[in-house]
């Protein structure tokens, strides 16, 4: 039997994305989408396109020999920059590369279109649009200090992480200053301290500022209570004003700040309180035009939509999203089910409305009523949507998967476990048993069981073609089922989520007979990888063999704002540290056990991998180690793919004995 060349595909087309729409920008009257894309699916250079929303005429903007990293625009989106290997090209009638220094990053027009702001060797720096006038607004005083980004801001922001924000007059600029002298440097592969600096849970963060910087050259400083409210998770400046949204180290407290743009002085407009932690929501807090604040709370088991602290959304409709303001007008994302995410538009006076109906994960942007709308459902579908007009397609040269899916969706156990099994594609139900491999991610970060056809879910059905049963399921703690299912994970990240997996495994085999439950194994990567090696090490009755790729072993040695959301203060409950890390449990290890890390991982460093492998051995614990160099934190989508799958197959092939039926390599 001939199995389809996922992996290959996965590899060649950066995970099916190469060739997609995507960063879409309307301008003010609609008439008017800005794109990314490539020419073809395995094109890794994005070009920059505008598509007439009228017409459904596109035009080629901007074409960069390596293409296109990010862009932005002015209000009027008539300014148009666009960063690219390190340089800035303006694109109108015929782009053009500005006289910058390289490497340059995050550029900004100003509101009007006379100037751009961007970043270079740690310095705040702006351009004139023609190019000329180039100098720096403010240079790094330290040697770990960088003006223009503050790390912590993606947590509130729609798209990426900002750490300047321009006037709307354009005459002046909010700007983070972040000093990491204090942070410690992150280890590498081999646990020696790297050049990368990021706060660990316990461990000091870096120290963050905002000041008013004019062009000019005047500075003023814009002070809070920093010593109650560490964390600058989001910042602006609107018609109202500029803004900065701070939070307590403990993520119980935010407040929304009102800055003073004559003498820097903040005050105030907004307090939220929560436990055990705050649940931040991108897009949130922001104002409207009439002056309205909008927040969010979580009441009996929902997250609502609150308009100046009234809930203006309706019990049941669990809030993920605010994507964009215009004027009074809020687009933003929720769900009803867990699956499936929708469209939502509120406006006072009119509520809430969806605006999507197909079962799909979907996203976008919405500009004086015109729409843009991303579906993600079996494929991934683009449309513009103009009031009276029949909707219109964004092209896209994205490849469709060479693999078919067999998926059936399930819910299981008395909590109704989202889930999904993968059969193989040649196994006809009474034919013979199947081993069983769990693939979970499990935890905060991201659903697995949605109505997406994700790369995920395809790697799902490649192992299944192998010979498994693959089994996908999101226990508590995964999003997208409201706060208190959220929250069960507080003080035990992986308890309640591993009960779940063993949950989801019984009912499942209970409706699927087919199903061997003597032949059992898991495998998962990141936050799935840590909870594979909880599976073998505490219930390897159930499990008989497990693949960990990146896991995390020692919860003291990763970011301090995700972890101690969860787990609190290390000083403060060491007890849950180690109870979550299974590193101190490496000497029950009883059953086969696979360890993968990409030695480039800068997310969860290798050193994770390598003191787990070492307390293995020490223990007297037999293992398999595959390390990957060159590999960051995905390896999956580059050109390490093979490297990363083939080890995985292979493990359990030998460990589970898949049905002879199964194709003896993949293709």
């Not at 905002?210 to 003023?220: C, P």
């Not at 509520?351 to 991303?374: D, I």
Request: aromatic share 6%.
């Amino acid at each position: 039997m001939h199995i389809a060349p996922l992996p290959e595909q996965l590899a060649r087309t950066a995970r099916l994305t190469r060739g997609a729409p995507h960063r879409f920008t309307l301008t003010p009257d609609g008439s008017t989408l800005l794109f990314l894309r490539g020419r073809a699916g395995d094109d890794p250079a994005d070009r920059l396109w505008s598509l007439d929303t009228r017409t459904g005429t596109e035009r080629l903007l901007a074409a960069p020999p390596e293409g296109v990293d990010t862009y932005a625009t002015d209000r009027a989106a008539r300014l148009i920059v666009c960063a690219a290997a390190g340089a800035l090209w303006t694109a109108d009638t015929e782009p053009r590369r500005l006289p910058t220094p390289c490497p340059a990053s995050d550029p900004r027009p100003d509101p009007t279109g006379r100037h751009i702001a961007y970043l270079h060797a740690g310095a705040l720096r702006v351009v004139r649009a023609d190019g000329t006038a180039d100098r720096a607004l403010a240079r790094p005083d330290g040697p770990h200090v960088e003006f223009g980004s503050a790390e912590h801001t993606h947590t509130t922001s729609p798209d990426d992480p900002r750490g300047h924000w321009w006037s709307p007059d354009g005459t002046r600029l909010l700007v983070a200053r972040a000093d990491r002298s204090r942070v410690r440097p992150w280890p590498t592969y081999s646990g020696t301290p790297g050049p990368r600096r990021l706060a660990a849970a316990g461990t000091p963060n870096a120290e963050v500022t905002l000041w008013l910087v004019g062009l000019d050259g005047s500075r003023l400083p814009v002070p809070w209570d920093r010593d109650a409210h560490e964390y600058l998770v989001g910042a602006g400046w609107d018609r109202h004003g500029p803004y900065a949204v701070v939070q307590s180290r403990d993520q119980r407290t935010l407040r929304f700040l009102t800055v003073d743009p004559a003498d820097g002085r903040t005050a105030v407009l907004h307090e939220q309180r929560d436990e055990p932690w705050l649940h931040l929501v991108p897009g949130l807090p922001a104002r409207i035009d009439s002056g309205a604040l909008l927040t969010h709370r979580d009441l009996r088991g929902t997250r609502h939509l609150l308009d100046d602290g009234v809930p203006v959304t309706p019990p049941g409709l669990h809030l993920r999203a605010v994507l964009g303001v215009d004027g009074d007008d809020v687009l933003f994302t929720a769900s009803e089910e867990p699956t499936e995410t929708h469209l939502w538009t509120y406006r006072a006076g009119h509520g809430a409305r969806r605006l999507t109906s197909a079962p799909a994960v979907h996203t976008g942007a919405r500009r004086a009523a015109t729409l843009v709308c991303e579906a993600r459902g079996a494929h991934r579908d683009v449309t513009v949507v103009r009031p009276g007009r029949p909707p219109l397609a964004v092209s896209s040269y994205a490849e469709r998967p060479v693999l078919q899916m067999r998926a059936t969706s399930l819910r299981l156990g008395p909590s109704e476990l989202r889930a999904r099994l993968h059969l193989p594609s040649w196994h006809r139900p009474g034919s013979g048993s199947l081993p069983v491999l769990l693939d979970p991610y499990g935890g905060a970060g991201a659903q697995r069981v949605t109505a997406e056809t994700d790369p995920n879910t395809l790697l799902a059905q490649w192992f299944a073609e192998h010979g498994f049963a693959v089994l996908v399921a999101d226990g508590r703690g995964t999003p997208g089922r409201g706060p208190d299912w959220e929250r069960a994970v507080h003080g035990d990240l992986f308890g309640p989520a591993l009960d779940d997996q063993v949950t989801a495994l019984h009912e499942a085999a209970r409706h699927h007979p087919d199903l061997d439950l003597g032949r059992v194994g898991i495998r998962g990567w990141s936050f799935g990888g840590t909870l594979a090696l909880f599976a073998v090490l505490r219930r390897p009755d159930v499990f008989h063999a497990a693949v960990a790729g990146a896991g995390v072993t020692d919860q003291r040695l990763y970011d301090a704002h995700w972890r101690e959301r969860f787990l609190g203060h290390p000083d403060a409950h060491p007890d849950r540290y180690e109870a979550a890390s299974p590193l101190h449990e490496a000497h029950r290890l009883t059953r086969p056990l696979l360890l993968l890390h990409g030695l480039a991982d800068t997310k969860v460093p290798p050193a994770h991998t390598l003191r787990l492998s070492a307390a293995l051995r020490a223990a007297g614990r037999p293992h398999e180690l595959v390390l990957l160099p060159g590999a960051g934190h995905r390896p999956v989508g580059t050109p390490l793919t093979d490297d990363a799958l083939r080890p995985q197959i292979d493990f359990l092939r030998r460990h589970l004995a898949p049905a002879a039926d199964a194709a003896p390599t993949a293709g």
